[in-house]
């Protein structure tokens, strides 16, 4: 990570969000991170006001500047002029990754006044947020999902009237990829809400209720009638399956029309729950989904996760991994899910089938962090940390945010959030997780060699985040096994690829050197 500054002058730039226009007297703001750049290029046409205006610090370290915009139009010359001499003055500083920001800044004001300055993320973190970016959902899947959502729930309307369809897990949490399966959700509480004799004119109009033994047996009976409506009159509804003796209950379907996978469940409120925590973990900071991308991505690149049931690490295990992570970082990324519950109000109060799922749903009461790590070494961290953790003995638990006494001998133990008797993990055995922990501890080496700049690869072979894709990384770490010949998709392959095909541009056009991107995110 580097840092510039300046030394004479104030000289402050900010980078406007894309489609933002700039207005008259409006104020600017930017976060303050460590892996953000604010002195942006200056947009010809586009005059800045500079000297003495007017600045103030706002909560989070942001620097609000009010500012006006001056009718006159720079010309070609100036503008160039302008950077020119602003670059004179500027220099250039490698900054240790760990270090702390305050401190770096006060120790550099000794040598000086420092009028601005900022820090920018290496290129290894524009890989990790072009990755994200390439797997994302993207807004027109989102809604195609929702409108799938829609049509099951015309179908459910006609046993149950007042029904509804929601989309639940990775189609809305923001931690979704392209390809994901589509979780829905029957939401029949309007119907349980209902008085069950209502006026309807000079009439009465009163419902008749059934009663089963359980609530799951209601489950299993709803989703069978459900389950064969889908399958005989659903169009474009195939390969119908009724699950109903999972732990969850559940009808399976492809939906031909979208080509989306379909798991229509019901009585599945901790699940929602779930879905919107990880959906407020996702907004609170960028780095938060581009961490978790690409740790699901190199999981997925050597087999540690699959589509197929067994005793593989799950998606939603290496979600929880992460975001426990981030909460042990100094100062932690994002809270703690009791840290959420102590900024509950009274309508963020959930208990269901006797289970907490109280948290704060505003993310505009959540104060942001103050860390300011790059993702690079995020990422070196998560391999680092997890390659030297205490399975053996410790649990993860990420509404306490702290490692505790494994109340099972499962070999990975990871507590499920909400339903805190659960164990996530509970089907991962001994060898998946030994394989996990051998090639964190191989990926940590790669990404602290090559910050050292110790990497023996060349400039033609992949580095950074592409490297940790190999197929090589896992022949490092297991050795007398068989070895597949390359990544484990297509998609995956193309990828590597494309990252193979930027890096090598970026080498060439700077001369046989590493790049590094001023990304503002």
């Given at each position: 990570m580097h840092v510039g500054?300046?030394?004479?002058?104030?000289?402050?730039?900010?980078?406007?969000?894309?489609?933002?226009?700039?207005?008259?007297?409006?104020?600017?703001?930017?976060?303050?991170?460590?892996?953000?750049?604010?002195?942006a290029p200056l947009t010809p046409g586009l005059s800045h006001s500079g000297g003495n205006a007017p600045?103030?610090?706002?909560?989070?370290?942001?620097?609000?500047?009010?500012?006006?915009?001056?009718?006159?139009?720079?010309?070609?010359?100036?503008?160039?002029?302008?950077?020119?001499?602003?670059?004179?003055?500027?220099?250039?500083?490698?900054?240790?990754?760990?270090?702390?920001?305050?401190?770096?800044?006060?120790?550099?004001?000794?040598?000086?006044?420092?009028?601005?300055?900022?820090?920018?993320?290496?290129?290894?973190?524009?890989?990790?947020?072009?990755?994200?970016?390439?797997?994302?959902?993207?807004?027109?899947?989102?809604?195609?999902?929702?409108?799938?959502?829609?049509?099951?729930?015309?179908?459910?309307?006609?046993?149950?009237?007042?029904?509804?369809?929601?989309?639940?897990?990775?189609?809305?949490?923001?931690?979704?990829?392209?390809?994901?399966?589509?979780?829905?959700?029957?939401?029949?509480?309007?119907?349980?809400?209902?008085?069950?004799?209502?006026?309807?004119?000079?009439?009465?109009?009163?419902?008749?209720?059934?009663?089963?033994?359980?609530?799951?047996?209601?489950?299993?009976?709803?989703?069978?009638?459900?389950g064969d409506c889908i399958d005989n009159f659903g169009p474009g509804c195939v390969g119908v399956q009724k699950i109903l003796n999972a732990r969850c209950p559940l009808v399976r379907f492809s939906h031909q029309p979208t080509g989306f996978q379909c798991d229509l469940t019901t009585n599945n409120r901790v699940a929602m729950r779930s879905s919107e925590l990880l959906y407020i973990y996702g907004s609170l900071d960028s780095r938060v989904r581009a961490l978790v991308f690409s740790v699901r991505?190199?999981?997925?690149?050597?087999?540690?996760?699959?589509?197929?049931?067994?005793?593989?690490?799950?998606?939603?295990?290496?979600?929880?991994?992460?975001?426990?992570?981030?909460?042990?970082?100094?100062?932690?990324?994002?809270?703690?899910?009791?840290?959420?519950?102590?900024?509950?109000d009274a309508e963020d109060k959930h208990i269901v089938e006797g289970h907490d799922c109280t948290f704060a749903s505003n993310v505009n009461k959540i104060k942001p962090t103050e860390n300011t790590e790059t993702l690079d070494v995020l990422l070196s961290d998560f391999f680092e940390y997890f390659g030297n953790f205490a399975f053996n003995k410790n649990s993860i638990n990420i509404r306490k945010g702290k490692e505790q006494n494994k109340p099972e001998p499962s070999p990975l133990y990871i507590q499920n959030p909400f339903e805190q008797a659960l164990n996530i993990s509970k089907n991962v055995n001994q060898s998946q997780l030994d394989r996990f922990v051998a090639l964190a501890r191989e990926c940590a080496w790669i990404l602290q060699q090559e910050d050292k700049g110790h990497s023996s690869l060349s400039n033609s072979q992949p580095w950074g985040l592409a490297a940790l894709l190999l197929p090589s990384v896992a022949s490092n770490c297991v050795k007398g096994k068989k070895r597949r010949k390359g990544p484990t998709s297509e998609r995956i392959k193309s990828l590597l690829d494309s990252l193979k095909i930027n890096n090598a541009n970026s080498l060439v056009n700077n001369g046989g050197k590493r790049t590094f991107s001023n990304q503002t995110r």
């Open positions: 500054y300046c030394l004479q002058d104030w000289d402050l730039r900010l980078r406007l969000r894309p489609g933002a226009a700039l207005q008259p007297g409006a104020p600017w703001s930017a976060s303050f991170r460590r892996n953000a750049c604010f002195r600045c103030m610090k706002g909560r989070s370290g942001s620097l609000i500047l009010d500012s006006k915009v001056s009718s006159w139009k720079k010309t070609f010359p100036e503008v160039q002029a302008e950077r020119l001499e602003q670059a004179q003055r500027t220099v250039l500083i490698n900054c240790p990754a760990k270090i702390s920001e305050k401190k770096f800044l006060k120790y550099l004001s000794h040598h000086g006044k420092i009028n601005s300055h900022y820090f920018y993320e290496s290129y290894v973190s524009n890989q990790l947020y072009t990755l994200m970016d390439e797997y994302q959902l993207t807004e027109e899947n989102t809604k195609l999902r929702f409108l799938a959502c829609s049509l099951i729930q015309e179908i459910a309307c006609a046993y149950f009237p007042e029904c509804t369809v929601k989309p639940f897990g990775s189609s809305v949490n923001t931690f979704g990829k392209l390809g994901c399966d589509l979780d829905m959700f029957l939401d029949l509480d309007e119907i349980e809400r209902s008085p069950t004799r209502t006026k309807t004119g000079p009439f009465y109009m009163e419902y008749q209720m059934k009663r089963v033994p359980s609530q799951r047996i209601a489950s299993q009976r709803i989703l069978s009638v459900i991505c190199w999981a997925r690149a050597h087999g540690i996760t699959s589509t197929i049931p067994g005793p593989w690490i799950t998606n939603f295990s290496l979600t929880m991994m992460a975001l426990f992570f981030l909460q042990k970082r100094t100062p932690p990324i994002i809270p703690t899910l009791d840290q959420l519950k102590d900024l509950a």
